[in-house]
């Protein structure tokens, strides 16, 4: 199968894998999800997370390969999410 590159829409990145947590309602394995801490999605949603919540968070733009989704993925620091990014080895086994 050829691999299926995504790139985010807002930074024009290359999207990495990131594994569904167990226990979502998320189809997948995986979804796509912009990693790139300079993205402008993610940059202007610490501002707007603190706005309308009064929080320190901000969210990740998501694609859900299996339904076509789009959407945000909340974080609450720039490295969060980073345990579930796929490596080649663990794609391999998916496969
Ligand atoms: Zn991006």
């Known amino acids: 199968m050829e691999r299926q590159e ?3 829409p807002y930074c ?10 167990q226990l979502t309602n998320w189809s997948g394995e995986f979804q796509f999800v912009c990693l790139n801490d ?7 949603g610490w501002g707007w997370m603190q706005e309308h919540f009064s ?3 901000s969210y990740r733009h998501r694609l ?10 909340p974080v609450w620091s720039p ?12 794609e391999n086994r998916h496969a």
């Open 79 to 90: 490295e969060a999410l980073r345990d579930n990014i796929l490596r080649e080895r663990e």
């Open 38 to 44: 300079d993205c402008p999605y993610f940059v202007r």
């Open 55 to 57: 929080v320190n968070a």
């Open 6 to 8: 995504v790139s985010c």
């Open 12 to 21: 024009k990145q290359t999207m990495a894998r990131w594994a569904n947590p």
């Open 64 to 73: 859900d390969p299996v339904t076509g989704e789009r959407g945000p993925l």
